[in-house]
């Protein structure tokens, strides 16, 4: 079965860089989560969108944006990177908005040096 | 803002033992879900829990949600080497407008020595 895939799975990055982490939720889910996981934490949430439009938004810092397209596939743009920044970044999908679960993608490991 | 304590941090258990994680959030929650991390991976999902004072079973592990709908447990049986991982529960909040936003706790990590 179709899974969400991310992309890169590994990012290096230096302080003040950009970068552009990629998801493609599974088909049909109308719904796309962000969440941050720092080491040994949970995962925090930062921004959702059902049906290409921002749904909620959470702890997310404004040197990041995100979107999702009109193939539903999400981007999240981060700008400034920080030391601070270095964390998973899991993407996930749901078909629906409440009392759905979410499905989880492996993740984008980004490390900022 | 919501919040959703989960205890304990650490568990370490002998193979076969039982273990037990407990969940409490600071508001009324319209559903309540379990993931599992293994190390290096993905939370994956386990299970939902929706109305007050429901009670799931998957095999060795068993899931309560609270009359309330504040709180919710996860009872594993007779663990096995195969149940290492992080466990979190993950609360929807009721009503508002942050539909489907998943408010994580702060996760237990079963270590299960054989």
């Known amino acids: 079965a179709a899974g969400v895939i991310q992309s890169p799975r590994h990012l290096i990055k230096e302080k003040r860089e950009t970068a552009t982490l990629k998801c493609y939720p599974i088909p049909r889910h109308d719904t796309v989560y962000w969440y941050q996981q720092g080491p040994g934490q949970d995962p925090q949430f930062l921004i959702s969108f059902y049906e290409k439009m921002q749904s909620d938004k959470g702890s997310i810092p404004d040197r990041f944006s995100a979107q999702q397209f009109s193939d539903y596939h999400s981007e999240l743009n981060m700008s400034s990177l920080e030391l601070g920044d270095s964390a998973l970044y899991f993407c996930?999908?749901?078909?629906?908005?409440?009392?759905?679960?979410?499905?989880f993608g492996q993740g984008t490991r980004l490390t900022v040096v | 803002g919501q919040q959703v304590m989960q205890i304990p941090q650490y568990q370490h258990v002998q193979e076969g033992e039982d273990f037990t994680t407990y969940c409490n959030s600071s508001t009324t929650l319209s559903n309540i879900q379990w993931y599992k991390q293994r190390p290096g991976g993905h939370p994956v999902f386990l299970i939902q829990?929706?109305?007050?004072?429901e009670v799931k079973k998957q095999k060795r592990l068993t899931f309560q949600f609270g009359e309330a709908k504040k709180n919710s447990s996860l009872h594993i049986t007779a663990t096995q080497t195969t149940d290492v991982g992080t466990y979190f529960c993950?609360?929807?909040?009721?009503?508002?407008?942050?539909?489907?936003?998943?408010?994580f706790g702060q996760g237990t990590i079963l270590t299960v020595h054989p």
């Open positions: 993950a609360g929807q909040a009721a009503g508002g407008t942050s539909y489907g936003k998943l408010t």
């Open positions: 996930a999908s749901s078909p629906g908005q409440a009392y759905t679960e979410a499905f």
């Open positions: 829990l929706v109305k007050s004072g």
